[in-house]
């Protein structure tokens, strides 16, 4: 786990920040907030009333007007370059545009990369269409509404287009922030030359070439598909042509039991597909919290159309053609031996996703990737291949290989955009949630209980786990759904949360009060006295901190706020009572 202990800015650190706000505009270092090293006391007045949309608005119409030249770029082209223009590089470029720094964004496909064009957003479009046809062909969950539906269909290119469109108007929505703001979309295929230098440029006209005085490498993965299978995308095919969903095949096979595996088999049964998994590991959905991983088995694959087969590699995979199915050679995962051939309608190839780093140039800074990946620190920061860090450089994403989530992404831009600014940040990666969308949601974040057990055995400390169900929730049971449990892991003897799993009725949105609490340092003794609204799923979660009982007991009362925040309200109470500002009113 990362240390909580916020870092403070060193004299160099501030010196060498270029392009960064005068150092009597930084805040003081003192708390982590929201998984990053943040700060609590700074600005205080940016902390009440509507300060902080005030402020916002105005830094935000002076940045655009001159994109960050109240900085000013020192001689270089920009104070920050971003090759790749996915949720990460966005992210990281509003940041910096309201820092003051002068920025750049690279992008040599389409805005938003895979997460809007080829992943998450059109991905929940369809997961939108699966879960009302879920409901509506339910006919003893509509009946214990009162509700009666004679028929249901669906016409399939109305939901792809559905998902489209969605993709559209979040990449335009994504495209203008950056336009209003006054960042500078360049367009084509980002190489580094040297350092602080990059040349970008498009098949067919002159490459370009521009100074930075910092880079963020952000190019995001592509699908990885193993040796022995043949793509088409037609029969045979990655999660980026099933988006599109140009065929409901009668039959299909998904190799891969994760994320992308489970939510594409919800999608593909709820419109009328029979789905056959082939997972190499001995389980099904293997990075799951086992004991999340099994009820989810029982209430996401054991009831519908979905058969299984574990503990076997698709050693070749042939595309449909000429009257023959899609054939699917399994070999067992252990011993090699080949153990059948599936026939099927067409195979969805779900085996994760490997970076998209080549052609950046790294051989021109000394950079070898791993396995792919781009080397970093815990700060982001590229490494050589001596080991040393290479000054400018830095690298969030999927390209790093740390979390392959888009808003691990976006975290870790805005924390390369905090450092560069003169403010020293490391992400607590344990902290960052992650979700499944499936029907009923899974959700997680920190560690599973296997995790959790092996960090106690090496530290020397006891881990005590509680879970509550579903089944006892009044929201839930209203709305007839009461599948699902929550768990937490935390240490007994502290309090201190190490890992919450859902699965349950709008269980991604259920999670982040648990995600917060982690980025927060909140122990269970302590959030266990927060208020939810009644009746609401929040509930959940309220029962679940309530039913921990860590040995130590909370530092202060119940009702009194925690000591950052106490210090806040002093310093605005002192703020509001000074003689002065009578003297003034």
């Known amino acids: 786990m990362q240390s909580t202990a916020a870092a403070s800015v060193s004299a160099s650190a501030i010196a060498s920040a270029g392009g960064a706000r005068s150092e009597a505009a930084r805040r003081p270092g003192g708390l982590r907030v929201c998984g990053l090293r943040g700060e609590a006391l700074a600005r205080p007045s940016l902390r009440i009333s509507q300060a902080p949309a005030r402020l916002a608005v105005a830094r935000a119409t002076a940045a655009a007007a001159t994109n960050g030249t109240v900085a000013g770029s020192g001689g270089f082209d920009y104070d920050l370059v971003i090759i790749g223009a996915g949720v990460g590089g966005h992210g990281a470029a509003l940041h910096a545009v309201e820092e003051g720094l002068k920025t750049a964004i690279i992008e040599g496909d389409v805005v938003g990369g895979t997460c809007v064009n080829r992943g998450c957003v059109p991905s929940k479009a369809l997961l939108a269409v699966s879960g009302r046809m879920r409901e509506l062909h339910d006919e003893h969950h509509m009946k214990s509404l009162g509700l009666q539906v004679s028929s ?37 295929v980002g190489t580094i030359v040297g350092k602080q230098k990059v040349r970008y440029g498009k098949v067919g006209f002159p490459d370009k070439e521009i100074t930075a005085r910092n880079i963020i490498i952000a190019t995001g993965s592509t699908p990885f598909v193993p040796k022995g299978i043949e793509i088409d995308g037609k029969t045979v095919f990655t999660s980026d042509h099933a988006l599109k969903l140009e065929s409901v095949p009668d039959w299909i096979a998904i190799v891969g039991s994760g994320y992308i595996g489970l939510e594409f088999s919800d999608v593909y049964t709820a419109l009328g597909s029979e789905v056959t998994f082939v997972e190499a590991l001995d389980q099904l959905m293997p990075g799951f919290d086992p004991e999340i991983a099994k009820l989810a088995q029982r209430v996401l694959i054991n009831p519908r159309k979905i058969d299984y087969h574990t503990g076997v590699f698709a050693s070749k995979i042939t595309p449909a053609k000429d009257g023959k199915p899609v054939l699917i050679e399994l070999i067992d995962a252990k011993t090699k031996e080949h153990k059948e051939t599936l026939e099927v309608d067409a195979a ?33 920061r590229v490494m050589d291949a001596d080991g040393n860090v290479v000054p400018n450089l830095y690298c969030i994403g999927d390209a790093n290989g740390k979390l392959m989530l888009a808003h691990a992404a976006s975290a870790q831009g805005i924390s390369v955009v905090e450092q560069i600014s003169g403010r020293d940040h490391i992400l607590n990666h344990l902290s960052i949630p992650a979700a499944c969308f499936t029907h009923p949601e899974i959700s997680m974040v920190g560690l599973t209980e296997p995790q959790a057990r092996e960090k106690a055995d090496k530290e020397g400390f006891e881990v005590s786990v509680v879970k509550t169900s579903f089944k006892a929730n009044t929201k839930a049971l209203a709305e007839n759904e009461g599948d699902g449990i929550a768990k937490l892991i935390y240490r007994s003897d502290t309090g201190e949360i190490l890992g919450v799993h859902i699965l349950g009725l709008h269980a991604a949105d259920l999670i982040h009060e648990a995600s917060n609490a982690i980025a927060l340092g909140t122990r269970v003794q302590d959030i266990k006295f927060a208020v939810h609204a009644h009746p609401t799923l929040s509930e959940v979660l309220d029962e679940l ?40 009113r």
């Open 152 to 188: 249901t269909g669906y016409d399939r290119q109305a939901v792809a287009d559905h998902a489209n469109n969605l993709a559209s108007k979040i990449r335009s929505n994504l495209t203008n922030s950056m336009k209003a703001l006054g960042v500078d979309i360049l367009t084509g």
């Open 348 to 380: 969805l190839i779900a085996t994760g996703r490997a970076p998209f780093t080549k052609g950046l140039g790294l051989e021109n800074i000394n950079v070898v990737t791993q396995r792919g990946f781009v080397p970093v620190d815990e700060r982001m």
């Open 545 to 584: 901190f309530k039913a921990a009982k860590p040995r130590e007991v909370p530092d202060s009362k119940p009702s009194q706020p925690p000591q950052p925040l106490l210090k806040v309200l002093s310093f605005i109470t002192a703020l509001l009572s000074s003689p002065k500002r009578d003297q003034q």
